[in-house]
């Protein structure tokens, strides 16, 4: 059974950073590309980022780039999203996702095989 499982959410201040972590069990990790989406309250669900399955490159939603780094570590099968200077506008539940590396890269949460739970990130003073 597939699982993956996002931790590291909470509250941060404006201007603060946080890391989140999804762990992945049940798969073959290496042979998927992952992704990154948060949906906030009453909007629709946004694509943030995604990661090759050898990590060799990467690549991010218009809002979020510059300010948050995706990566993974395929030996603990787990990929990180490292956001900074967060802004009140960040704030959403976050989710990953995977897809199997032979369809390519895609920003479209329909198009991934797996998706996790979510974990809550609220921004504010």
């Known amino acids: 059974q597939v699982q993956l499982v996002e931790s590291g959410g909470g509250l941060v201040q404006p201007g603060g950073s946080l890391r989140l972590s999804c762990a992945a069990s049940?798969?073959?990790?290496?042979?998927?590309?992952m992704g990154w989406f948060r949906q906030a309250p009453g909007k629709e669900r946004e694509f943030v980022g995604g990661?090759?399955?050898?990590?060799?490159?990467?690549y991010y939603g218009d809002s979020v780039k510059g300010r948050f780094t995706i990566s993974r570590d395929n030996a603990r099968n787990t990929i990180y999203l490292q956001m900074s200077s967060l802004k009140p506008e960040d704030t959403a539940d976050y989710y990953c996702?995977?897809?199997?590396?032979?369809?390519?890269?895609?920003?479209?949460?329909?198009?991934?095989?797996?998706w996790g739970q979510g974990t809550q990130v609220t921004v504010s003073s």
């Open positions: 990661i090759r399955w050898n990590g060799a490159s990467t």
């Open positions: 996702a995977a897809r199997l590396r032979f369809l390519g890269s895609s920003s479209l949460w329909e198009d991934y095989n797996y």
């Open positions: 049940g798969l073959t990790f290496s042979n998927y590309n």
